[in-house]
């Protein structure tokens, strides 16, 4: 069983990541998973249509997330998280496959992208609290050798990240540098809520 360390609430992380829940355990911090299942497609396509950024998109489905899932767990707090991948004014998802993992690394190849990270915490139905966070990195020039190479050592594992890629991995060969917090990276800003969850009571100082 994971570390309890200072921790004085019932958290619920409304995600099926395992990265994020091990961020959290990490940090002494245990979750219950309950992945909120939210279409983030239609979301995504909503407020493109309305005119948001991708740094707002991710704030509205780590919100959308957290809402969902805190109707199941009356008084927990309800972690919510999101990440959007932007290039160039494009935005990228999950891959669905190999090949599609293959276009997202030669798109990101030789160039730099922003990855947008979002948290949200509520409870009972209301939002407490809420985070942003960019990161910029610089992805080397990758030759179509080394990315079926690289996806032969990875796996399943490139369908499971924005980008195809996970830094604490293999995918830091990807890299020529990262500009930003390496857990936004991850897809969690770790430390301001670390912060919120300590000025809250929920966290001991």
Same mark, same amino acid.
């Given at each position: 069983?994971?570390?309890?360390? *200072?921790?004085?609430?019932?958290?619920?992380?409304?995600?099926?990541?395992?990265? %994020?829940? #091990?961020?959290?355990?990490?940090?002494? =911090?245990?979750?219950?998973?309950?992945?909120?299942?939210?279409?983030?497609?239609?979301?995504?396509?909503?407020?493109?249509?309305?005119?948001?950024? #991708? %740094?707002? @998109?991710?704030?509205?489905?780590?919100?959308?997330?957290?809402?969902?899932?805190?109707?199941?767990?009356?008084?927990?707090?309800?972690?919510?998280?999101?990440?959007?991948?932007?290039? +160039?004014?494009?935005?990228?998802?999950?891959?669905?496959?190999?090949?599609?993992?293959?276009?997202?690394?030669?798109?990101?190849?030789?160039?730099?992208?922003?990855? +947008?990270?979002?948290?949200?915490? @509520?409870?009972?139905?209301?939002? =407490?609290?809420?985070?942003?966070? #960019?990161?910029?990195?610089?992805?080397?020039?990758?030759?179509?050798?080394?990315?079926?190479?690289?996806?032969?050592?990875?796996?399943?594992?490139? =369908?499971?990240? @924005?980008?195809?890629?996970?830094?604490?991995?293999?995918?830091?060969?990807?890299?020529?540098?990262?500009?930003?917090?390496?857990?936004?990276?991850?897809?969690?800003?770790? =430390?301001?809520?670390?912060?919120?969850?300590?000025?809250? *009571?929920?966290?001991?100082?």
């Amino acid at each position: 069983m994971p570390s309890t360390f *200072g921790l004085t609430a019932d958290l619920v992380l409304a995600s099926a990541s395992p990265t %994020r829940a #091990a961020l959290l355990e990490n940090a002494g =911090l245990p979750v219950r998973c309950d992945p909120a299942h939210v279409d983030e497609a239609a979301v995504k396509e909503s407020l493109q249509a309305e005119g948001a950024n #991708a %740094r707002e @998109v991710a704030e509205t489905l780590a919100e959308l997330k957290a809402l969902k899932v805190s109707r199941r767990h009356a008084g927990a707090l309800v972690i919510g998280a999101d990440q959007t991948l932007e290039l +160039n004014g494009i935005w990228f998802d999950k891959p669905v496959d190999r090949d599609h993992a293959r276009a997202h690394l030669t798109a990101f190849s030789g160039k730099t992208h922003r990855l +947008n990270s979002a948290v949200a915490v @509520v409870r009972d139905g209301e939002v =407490l609290w809420h985070a942003n966070d #960019a990161a910029e990195l610089s992805v080397r020039p990758l030759d179509a050798a080394f990315i079926d190479r690289y996806l032969d050592a990875v796996g399943d594992d490139a =369908l499971g990240s @924005v980008g195809a890629y996970r830094l604490e991995g293999i995918g830091a060969q990807l890299f020529t540098a990262v500009r930003g917090d390496y857990f936004t990276v991850l897809g969690l800003p770790l =430390l301001p809520l670390l912060e919120f969850l300590r000025q809250h *009571g929920a966290l001991a100082r």
